[in-house]
């Protein structure tokens, strides 16, 4: 069911799957191994101790061997049926070494490969490797936290009240602020994906400030490439005029923390507005691509909020070190976060918004193949009004990962998710990554000419660092 265009490879020195590779992996695993010593260290059962121990020497041996450009190796049984196709996909693509293997292959396997080493523990089995850094930053993103709740509080009390917006008083001129508010909160989800932590590996208070602000958010408008939200805001628009009973949303989630936080903002705002019945979020089962949400996170989330001056005066063992102090919540700003708590964990309890992890997300192969691998997940998401997949690993899994001319139209590269699917899908993508679809013919050699961009070294330079996003929708329903 692949693509028959060739994927990115690490093999490739130009594109962002040699940098990944070469750089960035190995940092990633670094930071796992001090995690689990951390963890270790503090253990009190010799158990736990011991195990530790040999996830250490684990990890360290799947950094060496990516270091050293060894065959990558099968993956141990841990009893998880994805091992099978992981190791089969190992087997046909001629038992690859690390430099030379489909990127976006590799980085699962990278991922999955250290979900054994805890899997196949007995201690270890739920641990997150990368929850410490998950919640460091959630607790750093504080002030976009607080401006964005006090500004859900005073949208969904109006709608609430006078189910107007903006002063609007016409059916007509309610449906234009709904779509200016929708188009705003779907902005803030994208750009709420600009800060996933394994592309920013050592990012500061004051960079997750900067990126988070609605001013960067104004500012940012400009580096939208392609913008469908129109198209996605008719549909549900004409949706809830139908008068359809049952229309549901659905969110391919991305990572934790801020952006979590922000997706809630969109589902609660999609609920209190009428232009969704039903909420499902699709978190991921393994640790994955660091930042990655998983069930547990949504849980922790909503507990910071339901107790915001523990949370933000309770101080992380670094902050401690450092000698910080906590300052503590003014009385409205906790009102304001609990009037989040309290709105979405009625819409959880009252089944209206609902977590559905299933373990495709975490298999090694791109979205080309849901219908013929998972049709029941398939099935599943033709029910839905929208599908919204966000961040880059979405967009590179929907996209096979490969080497599109970029003015390939969007709805192709998406193969059997595109026309006639019975799927719609709206993909909010800051670009971490090469591939890129549905330009304008000249776009990509504009920006490759802007500074950084990559000029004629022949990568796709501005592609990798987040700074530009796309947002691309396809109607397979029409
Ligand atoms: O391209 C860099 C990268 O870390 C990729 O490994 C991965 O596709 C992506 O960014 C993760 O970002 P996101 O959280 O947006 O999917
Ligand atoms: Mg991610």
Redesign the pocket.
């Known amino acids: 069911y692949d693509t028959k265009t060739p994927p990115y490879s690490t093999s490739d020195k130009t594109s ?1 799957a040699y940098v ?1 590779a070469r750089d ?1 992996w190995p940092v990633i695993i670094t930071q796992g191994i001090d995690d689990v010593h951390r963890t270790t260290m503090a253990a009190s059962d010799p158990e736990t101790e011991k195990e530790g121990k040999q996830i250490i020497a684990d990890l360290a041996k799947l950094k060496y061997e990516l270091q050293h450009d060894r065959q990558i190796t099968p993956l141990p049984d841990d009893g998880y049926p994805d091992v099978a196709g992981y190791n089969k996909e190992l087997q046909q693509l001629g038992n690859p070494h690390w430099f030379s293997v489909p990127w976006l292959f590799s ?1 699962c396997y990278l991922y999955r490969r250290i979900s054994t080493c805890f899997t196949l523990s007995t201690k270890w089995q739920n641990y997150d490797i990368f929850a410490r850094q998950k919640m460091s930053t959630f607790k750093s993103s504080r002030p976009a936290v607080l401006e964005l709740a006090a500004r859900y509080k005073d949208i969904v009390t109006e709608l609430e009240s006078k189910h107007t917006l903006k002063g609007s008083k016409t059916q007509e001129e309610l449906e234009v602020a709904e779509k200016i508010l929708f188009m705003e909160m779907c902005e803030i989800c994208l750009w709420g ?1 600009a800060t ?1 932590l ?2 920013l590996t050592s990012l500061s208070y004051e960079d997750i400030q900067k990126l988070q602000g609605s001013e960067a958010r104004k500012a940012s408008e400009k580096n939208i490439i392609v913008n469908d939200l129109g198209a996605a805001f008719e549909i549900l628009n004409a949706a809830q005029k139908s008068g359809k009973s049952e229309r549901r949303v659905d969110i391919i989630l ?2 934790a923390g801020f952006e979590l936080f922000v997706d809630l903002i969109l589902a609660g705002y999609l609920l209190s507005s009428g232009l969704a019945t039903t909420i499902v979020l699709h978190p991921k089962s393994i640790p994955w ?1 660091v ?2 949400v998983l069930p547990k996170d949504f849980a922790d989330l909503i507990m910071a909020l339901a107790n915001p001056q523990t949370f933000y005066s309770a101080l992380s063992e670094d902050e401690q070190h450092a000698g910080k102090t906590s300052q503590p919540l003014s009385d409205k700003e906790v009102e304001e976060l609990k009037f989040l708590f309290s709105r979405w964990s009625t819409f959880h309890g009252e089944g209206q918004l609902v977590i559905r992890p299933n373990r495709f997300w975490t298999e090694g192969g791109s979205y080309w193949r849901l219908p013929g691998i998972e049709p029941s997940l398939f099935e599943d998401l033709q029910a839905s009004e929208l599908v919204i997949f966000k ?4 967009y ?1 899994k929907l996209t096979g990962d490969a080497m599109w001319d970029t003015t390939t139209p969007f709805a192709e590269a998406i193969g059997p998710l595109g026309p006639k699917s019975g799927i719609r899908t709206l993909a909010l993508r ?1 670009c ?2 090469d591939v890129v679809v549905g330009l304008p013919r000249g776009e990509d050699e504009k920006l490759k000419a802007t500074e950084g961009g990559g000029a004629d070294s022949g990568a796709r330079k501005w592609a ?1 660092s987040g700074k530009w996003a796309v947002v691309q929708f396809c109607d397979g329903k029409a």
């Open positions: 962002f990944s960035r980085e994906n996933d394994s592309l991305d990572n691509f930042s990655d961040g880059d690993l979405n590179r800051t971490k990554a990798w």
